[in-house]
């Protein structure tokens, strides 16, 4: 039968000479390695009496346990020896940095949830669109100053009789038309934050920017709801004591058409002495009534339904909240401006 006590003597003594793991490693593989002491145990269970195999087999598996514990407490010996410090394993790991959304994400995920509270619902349209969606609906006839190639980027690729270039996204007021024909019959509240490219690269511009287009329309529509719904934005977005202006101004697909303008953070509106606004006021974005014939465009009837739009930056919004001067630091990756949000 097993003398498992005499194995387990035999063990403790070659544990107690050794002086490091690779020794202990080897003792390991003697007794539980493949061609090890306790697989050739196993091995001569055919040549025990059938009715002492299940006692026999009993006790092999208990002398392997018993091995394995004394492996494990010489194991830990020999590390507690080789570390000078105490070590707790049950201390938790260390707290590596981890990574964050970019602001400009950030800003386009508190504008869109600001919407989505009265009832508007984000979209997403093309950044590669054709010319009809981009000027012809939107009153721009082909000679207008913003279909020239100094202010809009045209692809290189085939044009098309009715829709004309391929360009990359001037504005998303593209968007306008192309969610009159989706939806068909109003009432509309959509909400459109996509990607605009124009070539254009100063301290208040990149050729590649974000641009937020909202758009109402229903029955008896005015620039009163447009006027109080930029005011609700302007509030929950920048701040209880911000205001909003409307100064008259031109664009082809809106009519009346506006230039909206939000109070300095800085100055608190004042003006006096202020090196961001000059004059109290900074301007946010550029809005209006739905011109009649972008409405026909898009299978609406303007003698029914009217409806206002606006368009403006949430890069622009980034940078009048938090006082950045310069609109290309949010896109160079500079992870020391990047950490700070």
């Known amino acids: ?17 050794v002086t490091n793991l690779k020794d202990l490693e080897l003792i390991e593989i003697k007794y539980l390695g493949r061609n090890g002491v306790i697989n050739d145990l196993l091995k001569k269970i055919k040549e025990i009496p ?18 394995k514990r004394l492996l494990e ?30 602001p400009i994400t950030y800003t386009i995920e508190k504008i869109a949830s600001i919407f989505q509270k009265i009832g508007f619902i984000r979209v997403s349209y093309p950044e590669v669109e054709w010319e009809y969606f981009a000027f012809e609906v939107l009153n721009m006839p082909k000679d207008h100053p913003a279909r020239d190639d ?23 007021s593209s968007g306008q038309v192309r969610e009159m024909r989706r939806v068909k019959t109003p009432p509309i509240r959509m909400v ?8 254009n690269w100063d301290i208040t511009h990149n050729p590649m920017f974000y641009q937020f287009e909202g758009l109402c329309i229903d029955r008896s529509i005015n620039i009163a709801h447009l006027k109080g719904t930029i005011d609700y934005f302007a509030k929950e977005f920048f701040g209880e004591d ?37 004059s109290g006021w900074l301007e946010l974005a550029g809005a209006g009534m739905v011109h009649p014939e972008v409405l026909r465009a898009g299978g609406i009837d303007p003698n029914k339904y009217s409806g206002w739009a606006f368009g403006f930056g949430p890069d622009r919004c980034l940078m009048m909240k938090t006082g950045i001067d310069n609109i290309r630091i949010l896109y160079n990756g500079d992870v020391r401006f990047l950490e700070q949000f």
């Open 150 to 172: 100094f202010e809009t980027f045209f692809i290189d690729a085939p044009s098309d009789k009715k829709m004309g270039k391929v360009v990359l996204t001037p504005h998303t």
């Open 192 to 199: 459109n934050i996509v990607k605009c490219y124009r070539p």
């Open 1 to 17: 039968m097993l003398d498992d006590k005499k194995l387990t003597k035999e063990l403790i003594n070659s544990l107690s000479s």
């Open 73 to 102: 407490t010489k194991r830990l010996e020999l590390s507690k020896k080789k570390s000078d410090k105490f070590f707790d394993s049950t201390l938790p790991g260390k707290t590596y940095p981890k990574g964050s959304l970019h």
């Open 50 to 67: 059938v009715g002492d195999r299940k006692e026999y087999g009993k006790k092999i598996n208990q002398l392997k346990q018993e091995i």
């Open 242 to 278: 911000r205001k909003i202006r409307l100064r008259p101004f031109h664009f082809q697909f809106t009519e009346p058409s506006f230039e909206i303008d939000v109070s300095c953070g800085v100055c608190g509106g004042k003006g006096v002495d202020c090196h961001v606004c000059k």
